[in-house]
């Protein structure tokens, strides 16, 4: 357990659906990073937070993808209209930032399945 | 853009050392190499960061080429547990990572 906490772990919906996932970060990290895995593949960026700021968003987020860290605790990530192709693992991550230590600590994940 | 190349697998046998391989040649003075490992069904968990002098922790060693277009993590004893997926990743610390593929480390008894 390294302190990241996501939920749901497991979420099957159906396509055309609307999902939100929560991460609650580390309590003292104030830079949180969603990412999203494929199967075979390494994680793919797609967005981070200094605080409540939403710092930089990947190309790979559609305008279906919105994140929020409101108060700069936890972040949720919403789908919008799911695809069939938004099935993944998404994973959050947290660190200390410009202060360091460096490390990002990574939460289970929540495992989006789309039928 | 993961910018670093890493072999797709690699085997060793339990207890016995592994170096794993990464290559960055285009890497910026700024950036650091940082190591991650994702076990089967879990997120990725921090190995190792160096800049430019060889680092040394709990878990592993940093080899860094003086010329720091390559690196090799080390695994001193290799055990069942550190059999996972091996990320080598070019950046600054606390910013985004763009992981490649990764190596995928299998030990045997």
């Known amino acids: 357990d390294t302190g990241v906490s996501q939920n749901p772990r497991h979420k099957i919906t159906k396509r055309g659906q609307n999902v939100t996932f929560r991460c609650d970060p580390i309590s003292e990290h104030n830079r949180l990073y969603w990412y999203r895995q494929t199967l075979g593949q390494g994680p793919e960026f797609l967005t981070y937070f200094q605080n409540e700021a939403q710092l930089e968003k990947s190309r790979l987020l559609s305008d279906r993808f919105s994140a929020e860290r409101p108060k700069g605790s936890f972040s949720t990530l919403e789908i919008q209209r799911t695809e069939q192709g938004d099935s993944a693992m998404y994973l959050c991550a947290s660190s200390l930032g410009l202060a360091g230590p460096y490390e990002q600590y990574f939460g289970p994940g929540t495992r989006l399945t789309v039928t | 853009d993961a910018k670093t190349t890493q072999p797709n697998s690699m085997e060793s046998n339990e207890e016995e050392p592994v170096h794993l391989p990464c290559n960055h040649s285009?890497?910026?003075?700024?950036?650091?190499i940082h190591w991650y490992r994702q076990l089967p069904s879990q997120g990725p968990e921090y190995v190792i960061h160096?800049?430019?002098s060889n680092v040394n922790n709990r878990m592993a060693s940093l080899a860094i080429a003086e010329d720091r277009k390559s690196s090799t993590l080390i695994l001193h004893r290799a055990t069942l547990r550190d059999a996972a997926v091996y990320y080598c990743i070019r950046g600054l610390p606390f910013n985004k990572f763009y992981f490649g593929s990764g190596t995928k480390l299998n030990v045997k008894p």
């Open positions: 160096g800049l430019t």
């Open positions: 285009t890497i910026s003075g700024t950036d650091y």
